[in-house]
C-alpha cells in the first residue's frame, strides 16, 4: 500500500459505477457492494475533480446472457473483439437498477460518463469500450483539463475498475486504486488476476486515509 497522499488540484477521483444494480439487491449485485457509498463520499470531498461513470446499456445488449440463447450469466462467449462474459440483464437505460445509489451524494462531480450504450460492444473501461479501439472521451476531457493523477474507486474493482485503472496508467496517468472503496464480484479468480496485473503496471492501492485535501 501507498504511503499518505496530499490531494491537489491536477488530481480526479474517478468514481466508477456506484449503481442500483450492482448494489445487494440489484440484478448484478457485487457481494457488499453498498458498503463503499459513505467511504466514497467521504473520499470525494477531498478532490476538487470528480468524475462519475454509469453503465448504460440498451435493453438488448449484446454483454446480456437473455441476448443468447441457451446461454446462462457468467459463461463466456466469443464476440468479435474478443472473449465476453455474458451478464444478467442489468443497468437497462431508464430503469431504476440504472440509476446511481440514492445515497451517493457528490454534488460538486464535473461529469458524468455513461458506458456501454453500444449495442454491440460491452464497456467495462471508463476509457475504452472492449473493442479496444473506440474510445468515450475521457482521455481527451482529462489532458484538456491539465489532470496529472487518477484516484479510483467503486465497482465493480476486478472488472469496471480494474479496466479503467489499466488504462488510466497506460495512458501515463499516475494511477492509483483506494482498495477500501472499492468491492469486487470474483468470478474465476477474477480479484487475483486484478492484483497481479496492477503490480505488473505499477498501479498502487492505499487505503481512503492515507488521502489528504
Not at 34 to 63: M, Y
Not at 186 to 197: K, M, P
Amino acid at each position: 500500500m501507498a504511503s499518505r497522499i496530499e490531494i491537489g488540484d491536477s488530481d480526479l477521483l474517478l468514481v466508477i459505477d456506484v449503481q442500483i444494480d450492482f448494489c445487494p439487491g440489484g440484478r448484478l449485485a457485487v457481494p457488499d457492494g453498498d458498503a463503499v457509498v459513505p467511504q466514497i463520499n467521504e473520499i470525494a470531498g477531498r478532490f476538487k475533480h470528480v468524475v462519475l461513470t454509469q453503465d448504460w446499456h440498451p435493453r438488448d445488449h449484446r454483454s446480456f446472457a437473455s441476448a443468447h440463447p441457451g446461454r446462462k450469466p457468467f459463461e463466456t462467449v466469443t464476440m468479435p473483439y474478443g472473449p465476453q462474459v455474458l451478464w444478467p440483464d442489468h443497468c437497462v437505460q431508464g430503469t431504476r437498477g440504472a440509476e446511481f445509489h440514492p445515497d451517493l451524494s457528490i454534488p460538486h462531480a464535473e461529469l458524468v460518463l455513461r458506458k456501454g450504450f453500444r449495442r454491440e460492444i460491452d464497456s467495462y473501461s471508463a476509457f475504452y469500450e472492449n473493442d479496444r479501439s473506440t474510445r468515450t472521451g475521457l482521455l481527451g476531457y482529462l489532458r484538456e483539463r491539465g489532470l496529472a493523477r487518477v484516484f479510483l474507486a467503486g465497482l465493480a474493482l476486478d472488472y469496471c475498475v480494474r479496466y479503467s485503472a489499466e488504462d488510466a496508467a497506460a495512458a501515463g496517468f499516475s494511477t492509483t486504486v483506494i482498495r477500501d472503496a472499492c468491492r469486487g464480484i470474483g468470478v474465476g479468480g477474477s480479484i487475483e488476476e486484478t492484483d497481479r496485473s496492477f503490480a505488473a503496471r505499477g498501479i498502487a492501492s492505499l487505503e481512503a486515509a492515507a488521502i489528504r485535501a
